[in-house]
């Protein structure tokens, strides 16, 4: 087909969406982009809606990727507040919710995830409020004042950074977190009991192996009761327990899902003419050798970028170390990799002091890595995990030796 | 006027080849890089969000942001990477005696 007059749709304008489109251009895809999405904003960044943007430390236009003009200059059919309902993969062809159809040469599907919803009773009063938008981020923002009381569902890292952000505009804030410690899901103990400590220390009343049954809204307070009999009185509730993938659209239109929109290294789901990025996607990372769902700024930024360029015709794989961080109050925290367990851990620097690093090691090889306010580790540590290599652990360990020396020596040996 | 606002924010024997240092002079932040025994002057604040490039990693003539893994050419401020998308400031350097001055706007 005639390069210039293939059309590509992008269904999700959030960061995969907007990194994509940008990329397409970059790379020099002559034909028609047009991407839809269901927010009324242009691509943005989601970091800061848990944290500058819900602490009103910046205006919601410092998240956009770029301004709205470059999408229009650079040829890219923007719409926003529009949603795509249907697939029709045999006419290549996507519905909209206002009833246009746009055919497709290739597809993108970047629809990325949704706050998972508590199923409690009373948990639909409209003070329970999820974060996953800027919509959500500005309601949330308007609650959060001094003397309210805002109870916080769930101390995952949403969760925690919300209640930093509560804390720094002054609200009284209360987390409750049904595991032993917070982070228990992604991080070892000492790291979620870490955390914990900075929470407290910041006046947040962080109370754990606590499970809420159900919510009572009463006019101006809301009850939360707990399974063990109590029950902790909030002005506002926000749940942060999860997202789950947006898959409904792919999973209507046949294509292989399963705990998101299945891909390969390329982005490729199983229709050739569709491919998928970002939170959405369980997708093959062949350094980790198995596939994985990650919901995280550079899975977003990075894997788009790779499938965009295979979309224009390359032929590079996207295969990168996982690679999160956290703001909190002062503190930076970074992971990389994806252990399916913290098992033999590699201190550097310990947990007491304010700055440190640390590994989790199998068979002696380093496959995840932890910094605390050091992230001038954090590139050397994701090329050692990368190298998979086994490591001497003392030398690890040692502060005085250069992890960055250490990654030189592992990429030549 | 091409030879005013010169301040003296380090000694010289305060920072060695493949080096960051960060000084403060009032409110502001900057930050000093000895590429191969020769000095140059950013910024210390990162365009991208609240962090201290001095707490960085330098590699080679590279300044990498240790929040979010930003890249900046410490010689011209140049931003390599997202999710950084301003440039750094730079300033001049020049050496009197032991002193290391930067030369403010
Ligand atoms: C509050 C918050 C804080 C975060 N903080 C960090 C952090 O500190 N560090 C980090 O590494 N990661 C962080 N993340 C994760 C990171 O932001 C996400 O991984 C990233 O946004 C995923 O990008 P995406 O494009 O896949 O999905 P999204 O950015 O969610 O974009 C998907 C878009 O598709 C739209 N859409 C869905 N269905 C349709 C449809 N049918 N038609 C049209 N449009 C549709 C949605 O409305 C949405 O705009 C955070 C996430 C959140 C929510
Ligand atoms: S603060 Fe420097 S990259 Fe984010």
């Given at each position: 087909?005639?390069?210039?007059?293939?059309?590509?749709?992008?269904?999700?304008?959030?960061?995969?969406?907007?990194?994509?489109?940008?990329?397409?251009?970059?790379?020099?895809?002559?034909?028609?982009?047009?991407?839809?999405?269901?927010?009324?904003?242009?691509?943005?960044?989601?970091?800061?809606?848990?944290?500058?943007?819900?602490?009103?430390?910046?205006?919601?236009?410092?998240?956009?990727?770029?301004?709205?003009?470059?999408?229009?200059?650079?040829?890219?059919?923007?719409?926003?507040?529009?949603?795509?309902?249907?697939?029709?993969?045999?006419?290549?062809?996507?519905?909209?919710?206002?009833?246009?159809?746009?055919?497709?040469?290739?597809?993108?599907?970047?629809?990325?995830?949704?706050?998972?919803?508590?199923?409690?009773?009373?948990?639909?009063?409209?003070?329970?409020?999820?974060?996953?938008?800027?919509?959500?981020?500005?309601?949330?923002?308007?609650?959060?004042?001094?003397?309210?009381?805002?109870?916080?569902?769930?101390?995952?890292?949403?969760?925690?950074?919300?209640?930093?952000?509560?804390?720094?505009?002054?609200?009284?804030?209360?987390?409750?977190?049904?595991?032993?410690?917070?982070?228990?899901?992604?991080?070892?103990?000492?790291?979620?009991?870490?955390?914990?400590?900075?929470?407290?220390?910041?006046?947040?009343?962080?109370?754990?192996?606590?499970?809420?049954?159900?919510?009572?809204?009463?006019?101006?307070?809301?009850?939360?009761?707990?399974?063990?009999?109590?029950?902790?009185?909030?002005?506002?509730?926000?749940?942060?327990?999860?997202?789950?993938?947006?898959?409904?659209?792919?999973?209507?239109?046949?294509?292989?899902?399963?705990?998101?929109?299945?891909?390969?290294?390329?982005?490729?789901?199983?229709?050739?003419?569709?491919?998928?990025?970002?939170?959405?996607?369980?997708?093959?990372?062949?350094?980790?050798?198995?596939?994985?769902?990650?919901?995280?700024?550079?899975?977003?930024?990075?894997?788009?970028?790779?499938?965009?360029?295979?979309?224009?015709?390359?032929?590079?794989?996207?295969?990168?170390?996982?690679?999160?961080?956290?703001?909190?109050?002062?503190?930076?925290?970074?992971?990389?990799?994806?252990?399916?367990?913290?098992?033999?851990?590699?201190?550097?620097?310990?947990?007491?002091?304010?700055?440190?690093?640390?590994?989790?090691?199998?068979?002696?090889?380093?496959?995840?890595?932890?910094?605390?306010?050091?992230?001038?580790?954090?590139?050397?540590?994701?090329?050692?995990?990368?190298?998979?290599?086994?490591?001497?652990?003392?030398?690890?360990?040692?502060?005085?030796?250069?992890?960055?020396?250490?990654?030189?020596?592992?990429?030549?040996? | 006027?091409?030879?005013?606002?010169?301040?003296?924010?380090?000694?010289?024997?305060?920072?060695?080849?493949?080096?960051?240092?960060?000084?403060?002079?009032?409110?502001?932040?900057?930050?000093?890089?000895?590429?191969?025994?020769?000095?140059?002057?950013?910024?210390?604040?990162?365009?991208?969000?609240?962090?201290?490039?001095?707490?960085?990693?330098?590699?080679?003539?590279?300044?990498?942001?240790?929040?979010?893994?930003?890249?900046?050419?410490?010689?011209t401020g140049k931003v390599l990477c997202p999710p950084v998308t301003e440039d750094l400031?730079?300033?001049?350097?020049?050496?009197?005696?032991?002193?290391?001055?930067?030369?403010?706007?």
């Amino acid at each position: 087909m005639n390069e210039t007059a293939r059309h590509i749709v992008i269904v999700g304008a959030g960061h995969a969406g907007g990194v994509a489109a940008a990329t397409l251009r970059q790379t020099g895809f002559a034909g028609a982009i047009t991407l839809i999405g269901s927010e009324p904003y242009p691509p943005h960044e989601r970091p800061p809606l848990s944290k500058e943007l819900l602490a009103g430390a910046i205006p919601v236009e410092k998240t956009y990727l770029r301004p709205l003009a470059f999408y229009a200059d650079n040829r890219i059919v923007f719409h926003p507040g529009e949603t795509a309902v249907a697939i029709d993969r045999t006419a290549q062809r996507v519905t909209l919710k206002n009833g246009d159809a746009l055919s497709y040469d290739t597809l993108l599907l970047t629809m990325g995830a949704r706050a998972r919803r508590l199923s409690l009773p009373g948990a639909d009063h409209p003070r329970v409020l999820y974060l996953r938008d800027i919509a959500d981020s500005l309601a949330l923002r308007e609650h959060l004042k001094p003397g309210v009381r805002a109870a916080v569902i769930g101390a995952g890292f949403i969760g925690l950074e919300a209640a930093a952000a509560a804390r720094k505009r002054g609200a009284a804030v209360t987390v409750l977190e049904v595991q032993r410690e917070p982070l228990q899901r992604v991080c070892p103990p000492e790291i979620g009991c870490f955390m914990a400590d900075l929470h407290r220390r910041n006046g947040v009343e962080l109370r754990t192996g606590v499970r809420i049954t159900a919510i009572a809204g009463a006019d101006d307070a809301l009850a939360l009761y707990t399974a063990d009999g109590g029950t902790v009185a909030a002005d506002i509730v926000l749940a942060g327990i999860g997202a789950q993938p947006n898959v409904e659209l792919a999973q209507a239109a046949g294509l292989a899902v399963d705990n998101g929109i299945l891909t390969d290294e390329f982005g490729r789901t199983s229709d050739p003419h569709i491919f998928a990025a970002g939170d959405v996607t369980r997708h093959f990372n062949p350094l980790l050798g198995r596939k994985i769902r990650l919901e995280a700024w550079q899975n977003a930024q990075n894997q788009a970028i790779a499938v965009a360029k295979v979309m224009a015709g390359g032929n590079q794989p996207y295969a990168e170390v996982p690679w999160f961080w956290t703001d909190q109050y002062d503190v930076n925290l970074q992971i990389a990799g994806a252990p399916e367990r913290w098992g033999e851990l590699v201190w550097r620097g310990g947990v007491d002091n304010k700055a440190f690093t640390l590994f989790a090691m199998e068979g002696g090889i380093p496959v995840a890595a932890i910094t605390m306010n050091n992230g001038r580790d954090m590139r050397a540590a994701r090329e050692l995990i990368a190298r998979r290599r086994a490591i001497d652990p003392a030398r690890l360990a040692d502060t005085q030796v250069k992890l960055q020396d250490l990654a030189k020596e592992s990429a030549g040996g | 006027m091409a030879d005013e606002n010169w301040v003296t924010v380090a000694k010289r024997s305060a920072i060695s080849p493949g080096d960051v240092l960060g000084v403060t002079l009032g409110e502001r932040e900057f930050a000093l890089y000895d590429l191969d025994g020769e000095l140059y002057a950013t910024d210390n604040l990162c365009t991208h969000a609240f962090a201290l490039l001095s707490q960085g990693w330098l590699d080679g003539e590279v300044i990498e942001c240790p929040l979010h893994g930003g890249r900046f050419e410490v010689k011209t401020g140049k931003v390599l990477c997202p999710p950084v998308t301003e440039d750094l400031k730079t300033y001049k350097v020049r050496l009197v005696g032991d002193d290391v001055q930067i030369q403010l706007d």
